[in-house]
T-cell receptor, first 113, second 116 residues
């Protein structure tokens, strides 16, 4: 079946540190891949996405590259800020319109100044 | 434009009572999803509506859970005879199935349900 595995948290970093949150997936076909973010007290927001192999999604300084050969979609940011503290979810959808997202368990990131 | 809205934002109920949760999707979005976010289980798909087609109920955890979508817009998730394990944040999402970006779902703020 389809599934997403992401690294367990919490991840605690100092401001300006480099961030990597690992995400790997199992899927039939060619899924679309997503990172969603949930800031404290807020709803889920789409952070970035990639729809085919070797695509790079980017937003707000975050990047993730769709790697078919390693079935991965790791999230990276070169210099984190306190305001990046949130829960990050990796997700996939099988590449058909109208299919549910399959989420990883979420990774809590805490950034201190 | 307006995003996905959900009501109430918080609901506290006693075990055994029925509850109704409401979702108002983005105008023009034909697809609507319900998910549940709980501490032990993460984010789980519950049910999916697409236009006038029969809903995909494959994620509903028991027959105490049901959902309707009237007029292709607003949806109500009903939980009958609530149990403590139903305590969670219930999230609604919608997307368009026409044009570009059909794979991107937009989420509401959620309803936090607490069953005492």
């Amino acid at each position: 079946g389809n599934s997403v595995t992401q690294m367990e948290g919490p991840v605690t970093l100092s401001e300006e540190a480099f961030l990597t949150i690992n995400c790997t997936y199992t899927a039939t076909g060619y899924p679309s891949l997503f990172w969603y973010v949930q800031y404290p007290g807020e709803g889920l927001q789409l952070l970035l996405k990639a729809t085919k192999a070797d695509d790079k999604g980017s937003n707000k300084g975050f990047e993730a590259t769709y790697r078919k050969e390693t079935t991965s979609f790791h999230l990276e940011k070169g210099s984190v800020q306190v305001s990046d503290s949130a829960v990050y979810f990796c997700a996939l959808s099988v590449n058909q319109a109208g299919t549910a997202l399959i989420f990883g368990k979420g990774t809590t990131l805490s950034v201190s100044s | 434009g307006a995003g996905v809205s959900q009501s109430p934002s918080n609901k506290v109920t006693e075990k055994g009572k029925d509850v109704e949760l409401r979702c108002d999707p983005i105008s023009g979005h034909t697809a609507l999803y319900w998910y549940r976010q709980s501490l032990g289980q993460g984010l789980e798909f519950l049910i999916y509506f697409q236009g006038n087609s029969a809903p995909d109920k494959s994620g509903l955890p028991s027959d105490r859970f049901s959902a309707e979508r009237t007029g292709g817009s607003v949806s109500t998730l009903t939980i009958q005879r609530t149990q403590q394990e139903d305590s969670a944040v219930y999230l609604c999402a919608s997307n368009t199935l026409a044009g570009s970006g059909t794979d991107t779902q937009y989420f509401g703020p959620g309803t936090r349900l607490t069953v005492l």
